[in-house]
C-alpha cells in the first residue's frame, strides 16, 4: 500500500452533480494516492463514469471540489484536465478512426516544426518508439485506427497516457472489448504504470479484474458512495455485496 | 494521412501500382475523367480535347473549384453549405458596388487599379464574416448546419438583390476583370516558367517526403517508382501549359492590340493565350487549401472532428471555434469564386451563382468528400468539378438537349456515390 503520509494525489470532495432532475453523483468523495489503483465500482448508471468525467473535464460538477496534491485545482474542460497531467483512457476508445496510430496519440499536442507545420514523420517516430516498449505487436503505423483490432486501439490510448507523463491516470473499463490475450496486456501495463508511482482510478466491472489490480475499490449505488474498502480485507463476495446491496461489509 | 495509401511495409512481389503507392481512388476518377473526355471528343469529333474548349473548360470550372475545396472541410466536419451559391452573389454584390458606385463617389478614379484591390478587400472580408457568422450559429447556437445554410441560401441571395436593387453592375473595373479567365492570361513565357517552376516544386516536394522517411528510417518506396511519380507529374503539369499556350488568341484581337498602340502587326504573327490568372488563382488555393489540410493542426483537428466529434473534443480540441474557422474558410472561398465568376462575366448580374451550392457539394461529392464525415481531399472536390463541368460542356458541344443534360448529371452525381460506397466496402478503405 501506498505512503499516506503526504496528502492524496486527487481527492474529490463531495462531488454532486444532476442532470435534470435526476442526481447522478451525490455528495460523493473518493481519493487516490501516487502509485496506487482505486477501483471505482457500481451498476450501470450508478454514477461511476459521470463522477470520473468531472475529473477529466468532460462534465462540470455542480457542487464539491477537487484537490490535486492537496490544492484546489479547478478543472472546467479537457483542456484543464490535461495541465494538471490527468489523462483518461475511455471505454467509447476516444479516438479519430480515420486518422492513423500517430496522429490519435498527438491528437490536440502535435509536435510541429520550426513552420508551424505538423512534423508527421517525427510524431511517427516517436508512435513507433513508445509502441515498441508497450505492445512489441503494432505494425500498422499508416493505417487509420479504424482498421485496426480492438487491443491494438486500446494500447494507442494507453500510449497516449503514457506519453505525455501522466500523473494521474483515468481508465473507463479498459478492457471491455478485449480479448483474454490483450486484457493480460492491459493488466500488465496497469501494473507498469502502478510501479512508475502512477495514480489510476480504474472503472471496471469484472470483479476479478477489480480484486487482480485494484488496492482499493469505492463502490457507488444509485449515485451515492456506499463505501471505500482496502481490497486485500475484503472477499469478492463483500465487494458484490456493496454493489447488489448497498451495504458495506463488517470487516471494513 | 487519410489516403488510400497502399501500406509499403509488408515486402515481397507487389503489383506495380501498390509499389508506386498510388491512390487507387484518385486513380479511378482520373480514369473517370479520361473516359469522359475521350468519349465527348468522339462524339464532337475532336473537338472537345482542342486546346480552345480545354482552355474553356478551366475557365468554367475555377469559380466552382474554388469553392468545393472549402466544401471538403465543411463535409468533413459533418456539416453542409447550403448557401454558397447566394454567398457568392452577396460577395459579388459588394464588390461590384464597391467599385462601381462607392469608391468612385469617394473620388477614385473609375479605372484606377487600387479599385480592383480594394472591391477584393471586401469582398473577401464580406464572405469571411458571413462565413464565420454561419459558423457561429452552428458552432455555438448548435442549430443545424442543414437549417442555418438553407436560411442562408434564402437570406444572401435576397440581400444581393436588395444590394443592387436587382440591376446588373458593370462593366467592372479592368484590373478587376484580369481574374476572370480569358480576360487575364500570363502569355507563353510567363506560362512555361510557371509550368518550370510547378515541376520542381512538385519534385521537391515528393524528394522532401522521402528524406523525412529515410531520416527516420522508415520503409521508403525504390527511387525509380519516385522517379515514375515525378515523371508521370511532370507531364501532367507540362502537357497542361502546352494545351493552354497552343489556343491562341485571335488575330483580329491581336490587331486590335497592335492599333492600339499606333502599330502595325507583323506579317504571320501569332500569340498564345497561357495560363489564366484565374487558374492561377485555383492552382494556389488548392496549394494552400491542401497544406491546410495535411500539414496544419487546423486540418488535423478538421479530419479527427469529423472523425469523431467526441474524441476531437475530449483531447482538448475546440470544436465550435473550429466550426467557426471552417465556416469563415468557406465564405471567403466564397468571395475568391464571386471574384472569378464576376470578373468573368465582366458584370454584376442577379442571378450570379445560382444552383452553385449543389454543383460545389457534388463536385466534393463526386471527389470522394464522404458525408458521413472525417474523409476528403482536395484534389479530389477540384477533380469533380472538373468531371462535372466536363459532362456539362461536352454535352452542350454534342447538342444534348437542356432537360437531359441536367439528368444526366444528376444520375452520375448519384452513381459516383454508389461506386464509391462498393469501392469502400470492397477494400475496406476508410
Known sequence: ?252 | MTEASASGTSTGRKNIFKTLEFDTRLLGMVGAFVVVCLIFNVLTDGRFLTSRNVFNLTIQTVSVAIMATGMVFVIVTRHIDLSVGSLLATCSAMMAITQTQFLPSLGFDYSNPMIAVLAIVVGLVTGALIGAFHGWLIGYLTIPAFIVTLGGLLVWRNVAWYLTTGQTIGPLNDTFQTLGGIGGTMGVTASWIFGAIAVAATCYAIWQARRARVAHEFPVKPVWAEAVLMLICSVLILGFIGMLNAYEVPSRVLERGFEARGEVMPEGYTEGYGVPYSVLLLVAVAVVMTLVAQRTRLGRYIFATGGNPDAAELSGINTRLLTVKVFAIMGTLCALAALVASARLSFHSNDIGTLDELRVIAAAVIGGTALAGGIGTIYGAILGALIMQSLQSGMAMVGVDAPFQNIVVGAVLVLAVLVDIIYRKRTGDA
Open chain 1, 1 to 252: 500500500m501506498s505512503d499516506r503520509k503526504a496528502p492524496p494525489l486527487v481527492e474529490m470532495r463531495d462531488v454532486s452533480v444532476a442532470f435534470g432532475g435526476i442526481q447522478a453523483v451525490d455528495n460523493v468523495t473518493v481519493d487516490l494516492y501516487p502509485g496506487e489503483v482505486v477501483g471505482l465500482l457500481g451498476h450501470n448508471g450508478a454514477g461511476k463514469s459521470t463522477l470520473i468525467k468531472c475529473l477529466s473535464g468532460a462534465y462540470k460538477m455542480d457542487a464539491g471540489e477537487i484537490l490535486i496534491d492537496g490544492e484546489r485545482a479547478e478543472i472546467g474542460n479537457p483542456r484543464d484536465a490535461r495541465a494538471y497531467n490527468i489523462e483518461t483512457i475511455y471505454q467509447t476508445l476516444a479516438l479519430a478512426d480515420n486518422l492513423d496510430a500517430a496522429s490519435n496519440l498527438f491528437l490536440g499536442r502535435e509536435l510541429v516544426t520550426p513552420m508551424g507545420f505538423v512534423n508527421d514523420a517525427q510524431m511517427e517516430a516517436e508512435t513507433r518508439r513508445i509502441m515498441g516498449r508497450l505492445n512489441s505487436n503494432f505494425k500498422k503505423f499508416k493505417d487509420p485506427v479504424k482498421a485496426l483490432s480492438g487491443g491494438q486501439r486500446q494500447s494507442v490510448a494507453i500510449a497516449r497516457a503514457v506519453y505525455f507523463n501522466a500523473r494521474i491516470l483515468i481508465m473507463d473499463e479498459p478492457t471491455a472489448a478485449l480479448g483474454p490475450q490483450e486484457t493480460e496486456m492491459v493488466a500488465e501495463l496497469i501494473k507498469e504504470l502502478k510501479s512508475q508511482g502512477i495514480g489510476i482510478f480504474l472503472i471496471e466491472h469484472d470483479i476479478h479484474n477489480v480484486m487482480k489490480l485494484c488496492d482499493r475499490a469505492s463502490v457507488m449505488k444509485n449515485g451515492k458512495l456506499v463505501g471505500t474498502v482496502n481490497v486485500d480485507e475484503v472477499t469478492d463476495e463483500d465487494i458484490l455485496g456493496m454493489i447488489i446491496l448497498g451495504k458495506t461489509p463488517e470487516a471494513a
